[in-house]
């Protein structure tokens, strides 16, 4: 698997790292939603009815579920340099730019077993902060891909490019993370961006067939 090797600017990370500010609206609701199930919960249990007792017990533990979740959302946020040392360094571009931001298509390999043969798909994201790139179409934006999926799936189902960008301020670390990308990648995602509105509209991230792509990534 392709990683980049780099330390990543923290600062500047929780300024425009958009991951992190979503993790941060998990907690602040999580933090709510907590609340709420305990008043509700104590409410029930003033009630006394063996009905309302049993309700109370279901708002408790969910009430339980959002705290373990808002304090899992700041560890996460906090663990930045494993997010970029262990995930997989990948291609995207700007496809589109939009008037509060630009859309993203990666190409990314959905095969969790590497040893089987790959599956390329295009993933497109949309994101508001871009240090360090053009808004322009065509612009090289390497990330990595944070992947998620079930235990019995062969594919990742999850996939949220995030830009080297937003862990590093350094133009070289950004030109070594397109370097280490191999042009073969960069050509095709070029060339597929014409695909970016159906990436971003499918409910499954567009897989590409083998004649669409070039011997070397066959």
């Known amino acids: 698997m392709r990683t980049l ?3 990543v600017d923290i600062p500047h990370a929780r300024r ?12 602040v609701s999580a933090g709510i939603f907590a609340a709420v199930f305990v008043g509700a919960a104590i409410g029930l249990f003033v009630v006394g009815e063996t009905w309302a007792i049993v309700l109370a017990v279901v708002l408790l533990l969910a009430a339980a579920g959002c705290v373990y979740a808002g304090i899992m959302a700041p560890r996460r946020a906090a663990d930045l340099h494993s997010m970029y040392s262990e995930h997989e360094l990948v291609p995207a571009v700007v496809a589109a730019v939009r008037p509060r931001g630009v859309t993203l298509l990666a190409l990314v390999n959905l095969t969790r077993d590497r040893s089987q043969p790959a599956t ?5 994201s949309r994101v508001q902060n871009l240090p360090g790139h053009r808004r322009k179409v065509g612009e090289r934006v390497p990330c990595v891909a944070v ?5 019995q799936s062969a594919l990742w189902q999850q996939v949220r490019p995030v830009p080297i960008a937003w862990g590093a301020r350094d133009e070289d670390v950004l ?3 397109i370097r280490a990308i191999r042009h073969v990648e960069w050509d095709l995602l ?9 990436a971003e509209q499918s409910r499954q991230y567009p897989i590409l067939k083998p004649k669409e792509l070039p011997p070397e990534l066959r």
């Open 190 to 198: 070029s060339k597929s961006i014409k695909r970016t509105e159906e």
């Open 120 to 124: 390329w798909a295009l993933v497109a």
């Open 147 to 151: 992947t998620s999926a079930s235990k």
């Open 175 to 177: 030109s070594r993370a």
């Open 5 to 7: 090797d780099f330390l």
């Open 16 to 27: 425009v790292n958009e991951m992190l500010a979503d993790l941060r609206r998990v907690q």
